[in-house]
């Protein structure tokens, strides 16, 4: 996908380049190249997005889920009142 928009950057330089003042250079850069290819390049990416987006939350729910097993493993092991002695 990358080389199709650099490849569209650089055919709208060149159209670009061909105006007959710098205003409409940059206005046909703009609005023909730069304004068009981010909104794509946007459209594009959303399902990896997406895909990193649960990954985070369920790298996140994974966290918690050990944090409480590491927790109540813990609770488990330490000696509740009535089992301790005197010595």
Do not use: C
């Not at 928009?5 to 940059?26: K, Q």
């Amino acid at each position: 996908m990358h080389i199709v928009a650099i490849a569209w950057i650089y055919v709208v330089f060149m159209m670009a380049i061909t105006e007959t003042t710098a205003v409409a250079g940059v206005m046909t850069f703009l609005l023909y190249g730069v304004l068009p290819l981010t909104i794509v390049l946007y459209l594009m990416g959303t399902p990896q997005r997406k895909r990193n987006r649960q990954r985070a939350e369920n790298s996140a729910r994974l966290a918690a889920q050990q944090k409480a097993s590491a927790a109540a493993a813990t609770a488990a092991q330490a000696p509740t009142p009535s089992e301790k002695t005197d010595e």
